[in-house]
C-alpha cells in the first residue's frame, strides 16, 4: 500500500472546519496497527452504525442539520472506503502479473491453436463451396 493511497483516503476523511481541520477517522494511525483488509472491514462496521443513527434522526426529525453532517461523513466514508478497496484490487492484480512474469514465457506446446485443424483435412471433401440445398442446411 502506497503513501498516495492512504493520504488520498485520509482526505476523503478529513473536514475542514471554521476552527481547524477535523479527521472523521484517521487511517493513517490504523494502518500503522492493522492491515488493509481490518481497516477496510472497521469502515464498512461504522459506515453502517452512522446508516443507522441516520435512521433515527430521519425517525425523529428530518429538518436537523446533523441529518446533513451524517450524509457528508456517510458519502465520505464511502469514498475512502472505495479507494482503498480499488487499492487492494490494484494489489493483487500487480501480484498476480508479477507471477506470470516469473513463471516464464508459455511453452509452444501448451498454446491451444488451430494448429490441430490446419495440419489435418478431411480426405473425402474437395474443398469447393457449394450452396444448400435448404435454407436450413449448411454448406459443405
Not at 94 to 107: D, L, M, V
Not at 110 to 128: A, G, I, L, T, V
Request: proline fraction near 1%; charged fraction near 40%; include cysteine.
Amino acid at each position: 500500500m502506497t503513501e498516495e493511497i492512504i493520504y488520498e483516503a485520509q482526505q476523503y476523511l478529513t473536514i475542514e472546519k471554521e476552527e481547524g481541520f477535523k479527521r472523521i477517522i484517521d487511517i493513517e494511525d490504523l494502518m500503522k496497527r492493522h492491515n488493509l483488509h481490518e481497516v477496510i472491514r472497521f469502515l464498512k462496521e461504522y459506515f453502517r452504525d452512522k446508516e443507522k443513527g441516520l435512521r433515527n434522526l430521519l425517525l425523529m426529525d428530518k429538518c436537523q442539520k446533523k441529518i446533513d453532517e451524517y450524509v457528508a461523513a456517510m458519502f465520505r466514508m464511502h469514498m475512502a472506503i472505495k479507494t482503498l478497496e480499488t487499492a487492494k484490487e490494484v494489489k493483487i492484480i500487480e501480484r498476480s502479473q508479477h507471477r506470470a512474469e516469473e513463471s516464464g514465457q508459455f511453452h509452444k506446446r501448451n498454446r491451444r491453436s488451430d494448429h490441430r485443424s490446419r495440419s489435418w483435412k478431411n480426405r473425402s471433401h474437395d474443398e469447393k463451396n457449394r450452396p444448400a440445398r435448404y435454407p436450413t442446411q449448411r454448406a459443405a
